[in-house]
């Protein structure tokens, strides 16, 4: 299991060794899922960007935090009228979703850029103090891009949270949903696999709660303090050029 920011790539460009590294995996015969949380592209785009990038992989390979949006509504607000705050074409793996601008029974908070203003964030939040539900597609408070740490999505949920006096489901990353959703497509049990990402709380520890071996890659949004956060029997290397050596 790879996470994609911050691992293998920084503002959608390679990272040092990540080219290599998932072509390495191919050789091995090794399966892989890239898990992200990013909300901005659909699995079917992000291949594709990944592909022009130099790392060949299929759409069915990415696990979004979209997607698990997507599975999480079916589950549990089937039919719902759903207000988005989101932009960006991994809206496509949520078609399915019956969209409102008012009146909504739940509330999904994606990555919205600048589309996170007073005017949608009021909107938002006057429908969840009349009632709406609040799904986040994941919790992740900043990321790493070109220009530096970014806020994330997080953000402004914990901002909602203490506002409306809700409390969010989390359909991306840290849930466990995601993680074994993830290992059921590769149809192995979460004993068998190895998450490796930036992040200690969303990606490491989260996923050593569901029974993975986890690695810290010490690249992206890693600060030198989340060693000290790490659970054993967590590992960490320096970046994602390290993982063959790792599991050789």
Known sequence: MLDVDGVLVTSWRPLPGAVETVGWLRQEDIPFRLVTNTTQH????????????????????????????????????????????????????????????????????????????????????????????????????YWMTSEGLTLDVGAFIAGFEAAAGVQAAVAGKPSPDFFLSAAESIGLPADALLMAGDDVQNDVNASQE???????????????????????????????????????
């Open 210 to 248: 569901v029974g993975m071996r986890a690695v810290l890659v010490k690249t992206g949004r890693f600060r030198g303090g989340d060693l000290q956060l790490l659970e054993p029997p967590a590992e960490a290397i320096d970046s994602i050029v390290d993982l063959p050596s790792l599991l050789s």
């Open 42 to 141: 659909s699995r079917a785009g992000l291949a594709a960007i990944l592909c022009d990038a130099g790392m060949p992989v299929q759409a069915h390979e990415v696990m979004t935090a979209t997607v698990a949006t997507a599975a999480y509504l079916r589950r549990h607000h089937p039919g719902a009228r759903c207000h988005l705050l989101a932009t960006g074409e991994a809206l496509e793996d949520l078609r399915d979703v019956e969209r409102v601008e008012e009146g909504a029974e739940v509330v999904i908070v994606g990555d919205a850029e600048d589309g996170f203003n007073y005017e949608s964030l009021n909107r938002a939040f006057r429908m969840l103090m009349e009632g709406a539900a609040l799904v986040a597609m994941h919790r992740g408070l």
